[in-house]
């Protein structure tokens, strides 16, 4: 995807939006697949750019699966503004808000890319005890403050992963990922067209019920609201005491379920 690894690294907020990333994605599966389609499985933010190529191009997409964030449907307001008044109207913290100032997060996460991949990939896993990621931080604060660095790390992340992603990071820094979080207006605009269209194709959602992007707005179960807007849905499973980072701390089981899922189609 544009603005990692070695992918295309371009600048501009812009080049970022859900329309230009799901184009890329939907002109991959032309360019490879032998029939101009394919099966998508994403996680976190690899989720909703597959649940809307699965909706805004059906002819490339013969099925879909989401990983820790479900399909809840075109939204009615923009999802920056809902967290604001959440969040930032009460004087709390939430990392997107604080990910829309071009270059401050950029800062913070490339000044010591281990220690910040560490910590933000424990403090939102389900090794994590409540509390970690800090339910009420004040507006103004930064990312990593007060998140711990374990040592041991859990086991789900191997050494050999950990300087991996370091290695990567290091090389692309943080720009393009970060620019992803600062398409909200944007993205919320394009997306409109599309409100009266549905999911239909074979679909599965696979999170944890110690993900923080489930449980993202108090008092709203997003897994409940997917049946509606997702016809074809196979399956909606919330594994106990699991995470955010859902496949690499319960490999086993979402192996299985997508198996499962994939010898139906």
Avoid: C
Wanted: zero cysteines; hydrophobic letters at 40%; proline letters at 8%.
């Amino acid at each position: 995807m544009r603005g990692y690894g070695g992918s295309d690294r371009p600048p501009e907020v812009a080049d970022y939006s859900l329309e230009k990333i799901t184009a890329d994605l939907a002109g991959v599966i032309e360019a490879l697949s032998p029939d101009g389609s394919a099966v998508l499985v994403g996680h976190d933010w690899g989720a909703p750019i597959v649940w809307n190529t699965a909706l805004t191009r059906p002819d490339r997409v013969s099925a879909v699966a989401g990983l820790s964030v479900p399909w809840t449907g075109i939204a009615t307001v923009n999802f920056l503004e809902a967290v604001r008044a959440a969040f930032t109207a009460k004087g709390r913290f939430f990392y997107q808000v604080y990910f829309q100032d071009e270059g401050v997060a950029e800062a913070e996460l490339e000044a010591d890319v281990r220690a910040s991949l560490r910590k933000f990939y424990y403090a939102i896993s389900g090794d994590a005890p409540d509390g970690t990621w800090p339910k009420n931080k004040p507006h103004g604060a930064k990312l990593l403050d007060g998140l711990p660095d374990p040592d041991p790390f859990p086991a789900w992340l191997t050494k050999a992963d950990e300087d991996h992603f370091v290695a990567e990071f290091q090389a692309s820094g943080f720009r393009g990922p970060l620019n992803r979080y600062r398409n909200h207006a944007r993205d919320f605009a394009w997306q409109q067209q599309f409100r009266d269209r549905k999911i239909e194709q074979p679909s599965l959602f696979i999170g944890g019920d110690r993900d923080l992007a489930v449980r993202m707005l108090p008092g709203v179960d997003p897994v409940a609201l997917m049946t509606p807007h997702l016809p074809g849905l196979r399956g909606a499973h919330v594994l106990p005491g699991i995470g955010h980072w859902t496949q690499q701390e319960a490999p086993e089981a979402v192996n299985r379920l997508l198996l499962e899922w994939l010898r139906g189609l």
